[in-house]
């Protein structure tokens, strides 16, 4: 007899446990009275669910009849069917999903079947994701285009370029359409030459999450994206192409690409101080004993924030060498022995500190920058640093450095990508009187205001990973509290429409790197009295 005879008629305890003896037994000989309990439901909702579990447990272990079953004219009980085809990869169901398809179905019906047909996966299905790359459903094309991507399908490349080319145009290119984002993933998937050097020509994509989507799949391809991001660092490269593909090169850290970065250095690519600085910093993020020369010229640069960055990989690559070679730039004096000193204590280099501080009068100097510090973090690295080296000269610069923090009582928030730019806003927020709160990106960013933190100014970048500046100062206005709070954005972008539409997202003003720290003062100064 079955367990379900009388099913209708028993208690409510009764029907769940029976239920889910049923769904553990996978018993198929439940299955039609399981099938009648599904097309007509007893209205009582955990039940009706119970059923749905049971009914496809039963059919999980029987293909043949879930396959026949396809056919069913009932669309509650052909949809089940569909989805546990897929959920259990049932490979003898894809003739007949594909003919389903050819049958011209609704959107959702369309939608059903794609994603079973998905997760069967297999090359028999690709003509029918083809077709349905430029379906009206926007969820269908992206799930055809994720499977055109599965497949490594190369026919499709030119579909997917037209999905980026499009978002650029001007009347598009304000938003990133959903499918736009899948494409640049799909096409780093694919990863044919015409498909990787159409992502890398899109850097600078008009729209910022585009660009930030761009950044993101080249970066996760690693070493492989390194000789199509490589072929844009030329003396003949815009400004901006130049920037984010040095970039790209230093979050991906691979050693083959040190060499045109140093190139483009050394045969002076570029003369303007945004471009030195993004490719200084890759040179540091990737981060080989060979890179040393390069980040030492870097210090006879006038820029501040030069000097920060190479100063930042500086100190994960300290050597004998490197500390004679400082010890020599900063005895000479003058304003660039104070400009190094101060580059030392902004990004906190402290083992070029440890190198520098028994170096008699440099090391003196070196701890007076660090005791002159307003940053609480400064001090407190340093002041571990100190603990380490050990010794009654280092207890009594211990003693100089403050236990405590003295901010004022205006408090910013800086977001950017670059460590040594975070470091750099620290030294001239606390110097400005401000509590500073940092973030490496929009989504790091969001996290304090999700914590509801109150903040008289918030200054970031336009291009970072995970999160960008617009998306995140859109998602800022957006919330209770923050809509009159100054926001000021800090790019290197030459395109006024970027601009035009950073101030749509709510951005009240820029500034442009480079820029010194009084630049950056008087900017705050302006939003805040």
């Known amino acids: 007899m079955s367990m379900l005879t009388g099913f209708r008629e028993k208690s409510f305890l009764d029907k769940i446990s029976i239920l889910n003896e049923v769904a553990i037994a996978k018993n198929t000989a439940e299955q039609e009275e399981l099938i009648e309990l599904f097309q007509n439901p007893l209205g009582d909702t955990s039940v009706d669910y119970m059923v749905v579990t049971a009914l496809n447990g039963v059919l999980s272990v029987d293909e043949q009849k879930t396959v026949d079953l396809l056919d069913n ?3 509650k009980l052909r949809t089940l069917c569909i989805r546990v085809c897929g959920e259990f990869q049932f490979k003898t169901a894809v003739p007949v999903l594909l003919r389903m398809a050819e049958d011209n179905p609704d959107a959702d019906l369309m939608f059903e079947i794609l994603s079973s047909l998905s997760k ?137 690409g040190l060499d045109p970065l140093m190139d483009a250095i050394e045969k002076q690519y570029s003369t303007d101080s945004s471009v030195k ?94 005791a002159a510090s307003k940053d609480s973090e400064v001090h407190e690295a340093f002041r571990s640093k100190l603990l380490e080296i050990g010794g009654a000269q280092a207890e009594e610069d211990i003693a100089r450095l403050p236990e405590t923090a003295t901010f004022g009582e205006k408090r910013a928030l800086a977001v950017d990508d670059s ?56 998602k800022l206005r957006q919330t209770e509290g923050y809509a009159d709070i100054p926001v000021i954005m800090v790019t290197t972008e030459s ?15 820029f500034i442009t790197k480079p820029f010194t720290a009084d630049q950056l003062k008087s900017k705050i100064a302006e939003y805040v009295s």
Request: charged residues 25%.
């Open 419 to 474: 460590k040594s730019m975070l470091a750099l806003y620290r030294s001239i927020l606390t110097s400005a009187g401000y509590e500073p709160s940092i973030a490496e990106n929009g989504l790091e960013a969001y996290s304090h205001i999700e914590l509801n933190e109150g903040f008289d100014v918030i200054i970031t970048d336009m291009n970072m990973p995970v999160m960008d500046g617009m998306e995140f100062v859109s």
């Open 120 to 256: 069967i996966g297999g090359p028999e299905a690709l003509n029918l994701f083809r077709a349905n790359i430029n379906n009206e459903d926007d969820l269908i094309v992206v799930m055809s285009i994720e499977m055109l991507a599965e497949l490594k399908d190369e026919h499709s490349i030119p579909a997917l370029k037209e999905f980026v080319k499009r978002n650029d145009e001007d009347d598009r290119y304000e938003v990133c359409d959903l499918t736009t984002w899948k494409a640049v993933e799909s096409l780093a998937v694919i990863g044919s030459d015409e498909a990787l050097d159409f992502i890398v020509a899109n850097l600078h994509h008009r729209n910022p999450t585009v660009r930030r989507v761009v950044t993101d799949s080249l970066t996760c391809l690693g070493s492989t994206a390194v000789p199509y991001v490589t072929k844009v660092i030329n003396p003949d490269s815009e400004k901006d192409d130049l920037i984010l593909a040095a970039n790209v090169l230093g979050f991906i850290g691979d050693k083959k």
């Open 277 to 370: 600085y993004a490719i200084y910093e890759a040179i540091g993020r990737i981060g080989t004993l060979k890179a040393v020369v390069s980040l030492l010229d870097g210090l006879d640069d006038d820029d501040e924030l030069i000097s920060v960055a190479v100063m930042t990989g500086l100190d994960e690559l300290v050597n004998p060498g490197v500390i004679k070679k400082l010890v020599e730039l900063i005895g000479v004096g003058g304003s660039k022995a104070g400009k190094i000193l101060r580059a030392i204590v902004t990004a906190k280099a402290v083992n070029v500190f440890q190198g520098l501080y028994g170096e008699g009068k440099i090391g003196r100097f070196l701890m007076n920058a660090v």
């Open 495 to 509: 395109e006024y429409s970027q601009q035009d539409l950073a101030r749509k997202t709510g951005v009240d003003d």
């Open 73 to 75: 004219n009932d669309g």
